[in-house]
């Protein structure tokens, strides 16, 4: 299993340009997440989905979008990026047999570092 | 008061130390706690899973007191290797919500 995939690993955009996140996971995860870290700070949840054809907005949705039309796929869209989007994105998966039992351990892909100029 | 609250370290210890680290959670009703390890410029991996009646792995000690709202991790025998950032992770029941704390950085001296 290659784990969680995420392209591309560096980018720079010119501010206003869009550009897409890919992130997909081999493990059959039902649970995918998107998180920004910025330097020296925690990782903040932008959005996750609990299964193909559901998303829901984490703590910094704004200026993102989202869509989970596979299992494995979960990409990540920037329209109009900010220098404020300046960040290490990181995607991640987990897995839960339920709706009411929490989901287990996430798994990363290794990051993509965006720099907006 | 942060949902998560670590102290950021850094931690500077000699090899062999035992160092101790804390994290704060602020809502009572959270379900579920690990602790995640992260190298410079890594993605987080799982370190362990934290349970009501703690854990040990190796080197490595999780406890829970749900009353305070703390979790800690305990390194013993520090190995220079252990050096990284160490990532509390606090999820709400019926994953409403996951919060990660900012990390505790730990580098461990020769």
């Known amino acids: 299993n290659a784990g969680v995939t995420q392209t591309p690993k560096f980018r720079i955009l010119k501010i206003g340009q869009s550009m897409t996140l890919q992130c997909t996971q081999d493990m059959n995860h039902n649970y995918m997440y998107w998180y920004r870290q910025d330097p020296g700070m925690g990782l903040k949840l932008i959005y996750y989905?609990?299964?193909?054809?559901?998303?829901d907005k984490g703590e910094v949705p704004n200026g993102y979008n989202v869509s989970r039309s596979t299992t494995e796929d979960f990409p990540l869209r920037l329209e109009l990026a900010a220098p404020s989007q300046t960040s290490v994105y990181f995607c991640a998966s987990s897995y839960s047999k339920s709706p009411r039992e929490s989901p287990d351990t996430q798994y990363f892909g290794p990051g993509t570092r965006l720099t907006v100029l | 008061r942060k949902e998560v609250e670590q102290d950021p370290g850094p931690f500077n210890v000699p090899e062999g130390a035992t160092v101790a680290f804390n994290c704060t959670y602020s809502n009572s009703a959270s379900q579920s706690f690990f602790w995640y390890r992260q190298d410079c410029r890594k993605e987080p991996k799982l370190l362990m899973s934290v349970y009501s009646s703690g854990n040990e792995d190796g080197r490595f000690t999780a406890q829970l007191n749900r009353a305070s709202q703390y979790i800690s991790l305990l390194i013993r025998d520090s190995k220079l290797s252990d050096s990284a950032t160490y990532l509390c992770?606090?999820?709400?029941?019926?994953?409403?919500?996951?919060?990660f704390g900012i990390g505790t950085k730990l580098q461990v001296i020769p």
């Open positions: 992770v606090v999820m709400s029941p019926f994953y409403q919500k996951v919060t």
């Open positions: 989905s609990v299964g193909a054809g559901i998303t």
